[in-house]
């Protein structure tokens, strides 16, 4: 009889182990089209906009000298922030280096005249470090709030000296 009770109290705890997971599930919110966040991120009825990917290349010349070097990638990666914070810069990120190819930009226009006057502002390209490959581009306007997302998910850096 003994045997009956806690087989009968295993299958309790699960039950209830059960319910209470089902408690505890929250709903997703449905999503609110928002008219003025589609159109300060110029989107279009679908929430789709125009963009220019760039693929950043292996370019011909290298430099070998490590403070050059050093200078140059720091000047990329301010120019990127610059962008970024002028709106100009959606995402940016490197990419594995095969076939040459060393990152992308996905910039906020959708014509490319522009989007390469905004690339020729970058030490990497000017150095001949990588070249631009450039690509029309069509995807969700919300990659618009990357940088701001971004933000908030990005530890900030601790100012006082490590012990």
Sequence with gaps: MSRKILSMLCAGLVLAGGVAHAET??????????????????ADEHGMRSYVLVILKTGPK?????AERARIFEG???????LAFEGKLAVAGPLDGKED??????LATADI??????VATD?????????????????SAALM???EVHGKVEKPKST???R
């Design 160 to 162: 006082a000296p490590a």
């Design 62 to 66: 290298k430099a070998t000298d490590k």
């Design 101 to 106: 190819r060393r990152g992308i930009f996905i």
């Design 123 to 139: 030490p990497v390209i000017q150095s001949g470090e990588m070249v631009a490959e450039y690509h029309k581009f069509f995807s």
């Design 25 to 42: 599930r929250v709903a997703k919110p449905v999503p609110v089209y928002d008219p003025a966040l589609a159109k300060a991120l110029g």
């Design 145 to 147: 709030m990357v940088n």
């Design 76 to 82: 990329h990666f301010a120019n990127m922030g610059r």
């Design 113 to 118: 005249d522009e989007a390469k006057t905004w």
